[in-house]
């Protein structure tokens, strides 16, 4: 490698974003944290710093508010001469009921919506980038989700439980990885998502089901074991299967409502209109 990579992980200020944020720093990559909590992401860039010897740059943002991704847009591209690597890895399980100051489904906005704008508002540093990579931290509970693909952040409560809107924000994460595969192959930006396993980190504190996941033996890994993954994809081989969907390093099978072509592409326009970009047709971005 002749320069640093440029990586900028969302949700870097936790579990497995931190913990990978962590490993690149250490292998001599350039790592840009991308959090929501101050306090949080002010360890963090000492975590980081700890580990690589540079202190990393950092910025603030809340993804349940649109505007703060557009402003995060603008000054990653006047700081930014290029991103290598953008993990698309901030994620939560939300009170079903919240709506955004946006109008959208909360799950939605912050686990799918806003990395989406985000990838976009930076496609040009990608390019620089190139051959760049898209990393989408989803989720095994992909399958049971159930997306309006047409309308991703409509009503929250038409999912009755925050499991399965989290379960379709996640499937809208292997989707939106299965087109941008499509759509950007050509620039040289590679696209792939990946299930890290059962993580013990900040996610899901307000969950019994992830209480009880904590006490049995085995099941839940580290978070650098969640990050595993995430680092063997932006490591391995260029071009590797682009638009894959992974776990423990190895392609992992996903439920044909995550990975339809034709679901991707309309997602794709809903999505666009969702956070006010214009529309495309399906052969451009
Ligand atoms: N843990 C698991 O078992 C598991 C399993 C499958 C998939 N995942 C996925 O893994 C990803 C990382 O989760 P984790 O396990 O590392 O959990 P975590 O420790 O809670 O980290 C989540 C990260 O996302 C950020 N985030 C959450 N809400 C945000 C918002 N509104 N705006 C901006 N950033 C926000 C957090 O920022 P702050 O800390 O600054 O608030 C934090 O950096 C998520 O996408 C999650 O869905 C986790």
Excluded: C
């Excluded at 540093?125 to 190139?130: I, K």
């Excluded at 952040?153 to 989707?175: D, H, T």
């Excluded at 970009?277 to 399906?282: A, Q």
């Amino acid at each position: 490698m002749t320069s640093p990579r440029t990586i900028v992980i969302t949700g870097g200020s936790s579990g497995i974003g931190l913990a990978a944020a962590r490993r690149f720093a250490a292998q001599g990559d350039e790592v840009v944290l991308i959090g929501r909590h101050p306090q949080r992401l002010a360890k963090a860039v000492e975590r980081v710093r700890e580990a690589g010897g540079r202190t990393p740059r950092s910025y603030r943002a809340d993804f349940a508010v649109l505007d703060e991704v557009r402003a995060l847009g603008e000054r990653l591209n006047a700081d930014l001469d290029r991103i290598d690597v953008l993990a698309n890895n901030a994620g939560a399980l939300v009170p079903l009921t919240r709506r955004t100051a946006d109008g959208l489904d909360l799950t939605m906005q912050v686990n799918h919506l806003a990395g989406f704008l985000l990838t976009h508002l930076v496609l040009d540093l990608l390019r620089a980038g190139a051959p760049a990579r898209v990393i989408t931290t989803a989720s095994l509970a992909e399958a049971w989700g159930w997306l309006d693909v047409d309308r991703p952040g409509a009503s929250p409560l038409r999912f009755r439980s925050r499991w399965l809107a989290y379960g379709a924000s996640k499937q809208a994460n292997i989707l939106f990885t299965v087109e941008a595969a499509r759509r950007w192959g050509g620039d040289g930006i590679a696209a792939t998502s990946f299930f890290p396993g059962l993580v013990q980190s900040r996610f899901g504190r307000t969950s019994v089901l992830f209480t009880i996941a904590r006490v049995i033996p085995g099941l839940i890994r580290s978070t650098a074991g969640g990050a595993d993954t995430l680092v063997w994809l932006a490591d391995g081989e260029e071009g590797l299967m682009s638009g894959g969907y992974f776990a423990y390093r190895s392609p992992f099978p996903a439920t044909p409502r995550s990975t339809d072509p034709d679901r991707a592409a309309r997602l794709w326009e809903a999505s666009l209109a969702a956070v006010g970009l214009p529309s495309t047709d399906s052969t451009s971005s």
